[in-house]
């Protein structure tokens, strides 16, 4: 194992089976090197300044072959979702408490306990974005399990960046697209997505991506909202998510469509059953599925067998 970097000057971090401690050429298969270590050799992945060759890195993602259309009826084409995400990213962590009323911050604390992190153990932040459950995933582990938290859009994983330095948190991102994970197979004991997976344009091969990347007995924790709550509260829900969260996202992000998509998207996303099936066709040989809120959002907990 190579080591990567002391993180704030302070400690010593390994890398993950398999990854790099240098920036190689990224793009499809690029895999970034922690701003850590990169800030030692006076790259300017430092607070206030613009990671450049992460920026780079992302501007050259994705290269998909056309054919990977989007689902039908909503656009998810990797670009597009790229643009929405690098819009709203400054305004996406007070927008998240301020429509879920905090309740996000104890659904990732509760996927990140359905992961289990053990010491020792590296573990996987696909779609990080801003970095909260990778930050839960640390926090829970005591900081002894390692981190990865990995994402395609640098408006971000920026902001996560900030966030896991001011908080002393030694989490090393990639830029990364989720469809063509720069990491060899078997590189990670567990790895968590939220609210990510719904995005990819093409969600099986995104799964079995996660799947390749883990361990024999691996496990997976997919977080992600459902297409249709039951239970009491569930019309006060529906229009929660159809009327206000586009209302406010609207007002609070000042993008008219990014907040529309997010009901668009969940309206259209498989439940919990169906989502299962998917992630055991993807290659996971057990599945289970937590609901959390009334239904309004499902852990979903998945082991890869053994070879
Ligand atoms: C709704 S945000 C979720 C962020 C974070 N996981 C959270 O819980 O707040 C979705 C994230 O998924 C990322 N994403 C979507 N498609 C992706 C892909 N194909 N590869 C990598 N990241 C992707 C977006 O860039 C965005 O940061």
């Known amino acids: 194992m190579r080591e990567v970097a002391p993180t704030q000057g302070r400690e010593t971090y390994d890398a993950p089976r398999g990854l790099s401690s ?8 690029g895999f970034v090197a922690p701003r850590a270590a990169r800030s030692q050799s006076g790259d300017p992945a430092e607070p206030g300044g613009a990671p450049g060759a992460l920026r780079t890195a992302l501007r ?28 709203i990213a400054p305004r996406y962590d007070l927008l ?8 996000d911050v104890a659904w990732r604390k509760e996927a990140a306990r359905l992961l289990a992190p053990l010491p020792g153990e590296v573990h996987l932040d696909l779609c990080s974005g801003t970095g909260d459950l990778a930050l839960a995933v640390s926090r829970l582990a005591g900081g002894r399990a390692r981190v990865v938290a990995a994402d395609f859009t640098f408006e971000m994983l920026a902001i996560g960046q900030a966030k896991f ?29 939220a609210f990510g997976v719904r995005n ?52 609070v992000s000042r993008d008219g469509s990014a907040y529309q998509y997010l009901p668009d998207s969940v309206g259209r996303w498989p439940a919990p ?16 599925v937590q609901l959390l809120s009334f239904g309004i959002a499902a852990a979903h907990v998945a082991r890869k067998g053994a070879p």
Not at 168 to 184: H, K, Q, S, T, V
Not at 203 to 219: I, S, W
């Open 96 to 103: 998240n408490r301020l429509l879920s009323g905090g309740t």
């Open 165 to 193: 330095r001011r908080r002393g948190f030694p989490i090393p991102e990639a830029g990364a697209d989720g469809l063509r994970l720069p990491f060899p197979d078997a590189t990670f004991d567990g790895a968590t997505a």
């Open 273 to 288: 059953a169906a989502l299962s099936e998917r992630m055991r066709s993807a290659g996971f040989a057990t599945v289970d």
């Open 60 to 87: 050259r993602l994705p290269c998909r072959p056309v054919s990977e259309a989007s689902p039908p009826g909503i656009d998810k084409a990797a670009g597009k979702i790229q643009a929405m995400f690098s819009r």
């Open 200 to 251: 990819f344009e093409d969600l099986d091969r995104g799964l079995r991506e996660l799947c390749r990347v883990l361990r024999p007995g691996g496990r997976l924790v997919v977080l992600e909202f459902t297409p249709e709550p039951t239970g009491p509260f569930a019309p006060f829900v529906r229009f929660h998510v159809r009327t206000l969260v586009p209302l406010l996202g609207r007002i």
């Open 22 to 29: 240098e920036t190689r050429e990224a793009g499809c298969d």
